[in-house]
Structures are given as C-alpha cells and as structure tokens.
C-alpha cells in the first residue's frame, strides 16, 4: 500500500476537505483533496504560493542535456525558486499530513499526484519547523535565481522531466530576458 502526503502551511487538521483547485496547472471538474506519494515530497516542502522548477534526469535525458544542466550534481532531482521566496522558505513553518488513502486516484504519475473527491481522515501529521533542512535530507539541489524565466525557457524544451509549479506568482517576465 502507498503512503500519500499533503503538505501544507496550516495545522491542526483532523481530515482535509475537497476543494476548488487549479495546482499544478491541473484542472479538476469538482472540489479534490490533493496527495503526494513519499519520492514527491521534496516538491512541496515550500510555502503555499512559491513559485518553482522542479526538474530530474530519466532515460529520456539526453547526454547533451545532462551536460548543459547537471554536470556537478549528484542530486537525485533540482528544485529551482527565485530569490525573494528563499527568506519566506526560510522562515515558514509547513506540516505535512499523511493520509487514509482509500479513495484517491492517481492523476499524474511523474508527479506523483492523487486526488480525492472525499472527506479524507488524516492520519499522521508532522511538523517541519525548517523546510530548507528538510529539502536537504532529501538528495536535492536547490537553487536559487532572481528569476526563474530562464530556467523556464531552456528547461521547457529539454528532455528533463520537469514539473512548473506556481509559475503564475513568479516574478513578471522582463522584456530583456
């Protein structure tokens, strides 16, 4: 059976209620209840609004990529946010629910996401007091960048699998870049 998580800047939970939600630049027809499985975790330990790039080598990556973005890296994945979110990520306390996982479907696998229609019971919550310690127990690499447009250009068009999430908060795209 798989372990599903939902992170978040609020405590005290006994269960999580469906919700409208536009995450992940998924839209979902009803309210759900959003879950992650355990290797996701690392994706969603920031606050609520940050806007980040998540990206990790497949088999489909190829050399000339690998090359371009990770030469020194032994992170398993790369978690890219701007600037003015890592003091916020610094500062935010997060909880992380685990939870009864009956009646979720899974709707992204690279994600790792599921969704809910339900009600859903919590049934472990843990406190993260430092995010950034967190991500760091995780094999990630974290990098930080006054924006994150660029990254979005190039890493949009590689064979990475790449995840953009919270793009619509990141700081306005400059006519330079």
Known sequence: ?????HTTTKHGHTSLIPKSSNHFGLKFPQPVVWAIE???????LFPHNCPRICFQLTSKTTSE???????????KRIIIIEKKWFEILQNQSLYQ??????DFKLVDKG????ISVKNTPIINQKSIANP???????N???RITPTLWKAFDNLSK???????????NASPRMIFE
């Open 38 to 44: 355990r290797e996701s975790i690392p994706m969603f």
């Open 111 to 114: 994600l790792g996401l599921y």
């Open 140 to 142: 990630i690499e974290l």
């Open 1 to 5: 059976m798989i372990n599903l998580y």
């Open 65 to 75: 990529d690998k090359h371009r973005y990770i030469t020194e890296s032994s992170a």
């Open 132 to 138: 950034l310690t967190e991500l760091l127990n995780h």
């Open 97 to 102: 629910y685990e939870l009864k996982t009956s």
């Open 158 to 168: 590689s064979s990475y699998q790449t995840f953009f999430i919270n793009l619509k």
